[in-house]
Nanobody, 124 residues
Framework: QLQASGGGLVQTGGSLKLSCAASGFTFGDFNISWFRQAPGKEREEVSCISTSDGSTYYADSVKGRFTISSDHAKNTVYLQMVSLKSEDTAVYYC???????????????????WGQGTQVTVSS
């Protein structure tokens, strides 16, 4: 089970930190990704972290602004978001993929285990 939290309303240039709490599976056996879906747009993967080796992936749209991290003691992955823009407004989802796959994005969404989303709204 994956439980995402931390979304909210923030002004342009502001910051938010999302959390994804995992349970029911061996945390270190999975990559954890953050996806987002804006109204009328396809869902996109914005970041991924391998909980086994710590390798990370970021979409170009968020590089330098978002930082993904993991806390094995809490079985939780975080997404620190700074310098938020209006185009970051979306529902953010966390998802898990067996770490036999690289943390690089591009895998079919049906391969993932999904949590519920958390809304992030960036107002100008």
């Amino acid at each position: 089970q994956l439980q995402a939290s931390g979304g909210g309303l923030v002004q342009t240039g502001g910051s938010l930190k999302l959390s994804c709490a995992a349970s029911g599976f061996t945390f270190g056996d999975f990559n954890i990704s953050w996806f987002r879906q804006a109204p009328g747009k396809e869902r996109e993967e914005v970041s991924c972290i391998s909980t086994s080796d710590g390798s990370t992936y970021y979409a170009d749209s968020v590089k330098g602004r978002f930082t993904i991290s993991s806390d094995h003691a809490k079985n939780t992955v975080y997404l620190q978001m700074v310098s938020l823009k209006s185009e970051d407004t979306a529902v953010y989802y966390c998802a898990a993929l067996n770490n036999m796959h690289l943390c690089r994005g591009g895998y079919p969404e049906t391969w993932y285990y999904w949590g519920q989303g958390t809304q992030v709204t960036v107002s100008s």
